[in-house]
């Protein structure tokens, strides 16, 4: 069942999400219910190498549809980037994929980037997944 057909199937995508990802080592995600169509999740999934992601999203299972995120990656706990889709309707660089959009470093505040792989009409979790396994917990990653 796709996960956006039911508050029920997202549930269970996010509460299953160490059996589909042997690098996650524990999850505090929640996912509180605002009646019959609208749910917040929120939490954090830990990862090897002192790595975790914190997750905050508004969800209208109604419309299937995420009304609001934000996405944040830290490594030995300092912030290595995130996702949000506050509009930036005048930064040209970012009209590809607007709203959303990537914060980096340097300047990690106003640097940003297109984030082509962020969406509002399906699940984002597994993508952010395995953006941090390929940057993070490769055995490349100096950590």
Do not use: C
Request: neutral net charge; without cysteine.
């Amino acid at each position: 069942m796709p996960a956006f057909d039911s508050i029920s199937a997202y549930e269970y995508l996010i509460y299953n999400l160490k059996n589909e990802y042997s690098q996650i080592k524990y999850s505090t995600l929640i996912l509180k219910r605002y009646g019959a169509y609208v749910a917040e999740v929120s939490g954090t999934v830990f990862f090897e190498k002192d790595v975790h992601l914190n997750i905050k999203e508004l969800i209208d299972f109604r419309k299937k549809q995420i009304k609001a995120y934000s996405y944040e990656v830290y490594a030995k706990k300092e912030k290595q980037y995130w996702y949000d889709s506050q509009p930036h309707p005048n930064e040209a660089s970012l009209q590809s994929t607007f709203p959303h959009h990537k914060h980096i470093e340097p300047n990690i505040r106003h640097n940003r980037v297109p984030s082509p792989h962020i969406h509002f009409d399906q699940p984002n979790i597994s993508f952010l997944i395995k953006e941090i396994e390929n940057n993070f917990l490769t055995q490349f990653f100096p950590f």
